[in-house]
């Protein structure tokens, strides 16, 4: 049977027998790919990557006509290290993780979603390449890659985020919470403080979500009602919007919605200008707090659930 080749992200790990590991990976090429890697958890093995969350692997694997895709090669391509040392950028990253594994489908390719996720993790984190790249097979007695956020250097984090989830059976062992290292607090995606670099992780996350809902065909209708079509007079006045009918509403038909709240005029053309590409590294707070709220219920509404992660994303 004909072999597949995709470059992919790893977006959920969980392991499947004493050496092998399910991987749910996010490729380029096919969309969400679910795959049985026989052999994944031992050190020496066809694998030079520990299936570690949100590292970017090259991967060989077989389709199945049904149950899981079978992975023969897989090699890191790249990892995002400095993620592990801000904790707030870590469970932003977790949940770029949790919107490719949960708001996908089964081969159902989103180019863009997958360019914008590596482009999302490299600003959270900074992500390096590996120089060279460890080759395939790894040689006999060479020296391990480096692994991935479940390893010993990783922060120690709450298990409670992850049950049934993103990251599955990466934290096997129910792990208190430790302090993070001095000066690296955990001011949450919406919190002044919560800078990485001067980068805002809002503004990262909420970039990334309006991607997703373009990609899955929701993306807020902002310029005019969502609902009757009538184009918004005044493009910068708040404005009725309501997740569940698709962006903004005008005066007549916000009232009949249930879901709806007002936003500002100032969050609104946030989230415009973030649609398009634009906005600047720094969010006002005022307009952080609103657009990250909007969007949040916007994913939520799409997911049919709050994202496990969103609480801990915008955690203050
Ligand atoms: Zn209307």
Redesign the pocket.
């Known amino acids: 049977m004909a072999a597949d080749k995709a470059l992919a992200i790893v977006v959920r790990g969980t392991d499947w027998s004493e050496t092998s590991r399910i991987a749910t990976l996010f490729t380029r090429e096919f969309g969400k790919v679910r795959a049985l890697a026989k052999g994944g958890r031992r050190l020496k093995s066809n694998f030079d990557v520990a299936f570690d969350l949100l590292t970017v692997c090259e991967v060989v694997f077989i389709r199945k006509a049904s149950g899981l895709d079978l992975l023969t090669e897989a090699r890191m391509n790249e990892q995002f290290p400095t993620l592990r040392q801000n904790l707030s950028a870590l469970y932003a990253g977790y949940y770029v993780a949790e919107l490719l594994a949960d708001g996908t489908q089964d081969y159902d390719p989103h180019p863009p979603l997958f360019d914008a996720a590596i482009q999302t993790l490299r600003s959270l984190g900074k992500g390096r390449k590996p120089n060279p790249l460890t080759p395939f097979p790894r040689k006999e007695g060479g020296t391990e890659p480096k692994t991935g956020i479940d390893t010993p250097q990783a922060p120690v984090l709450s298990p409670s985020p992850f049950r049934g989830g993103v990251g599955e059976g990466l934290q096997p062992q129910p792990t208190p919470p430790s302090p993070l290292p001095e000066g690296k607090g955990d001011g949450g995606v919406g919190s002044p403080t919560s800078g990485n670099g001067g980068l805002d992780l809002a503004a990262r996350v909420s970039a990334f979500e309006l991607v997703w809902l373009q990609e899955l065909g929701y993306s807020p209708r902002l310029e005019a009602?969502a609902?009757?079509g009538?184009e918004r007079l005044n493009p910068t006045a708040r404005a009725f919007f309501s997740p569940s009918a698709g962006g903004v509403?005008?005066p007549?038909?916000g009232p009949a919605v249930a879901d709806r709240r007002m936003v500002s005029g100032e969050s609104l053309e946030t989230i415009r200008a973030l649609s398009a590409g634009g906005a600047g590294p720094e969010l006002p707070p005022g307009v952080r707090t609103e657009v990250r709220q909007v969007l949040g219920y916007a994913v939520s509404c799409v997911l049919g659930r709050r994202p496990r992660l969103l609480s801990f994303v915008d955690a203050r």
Request: proline share 0%; hydrophobic share 10%; net charge neutral.
């Open positions: 009602c609902t009757c009538r509403l005008c007549e038909c």
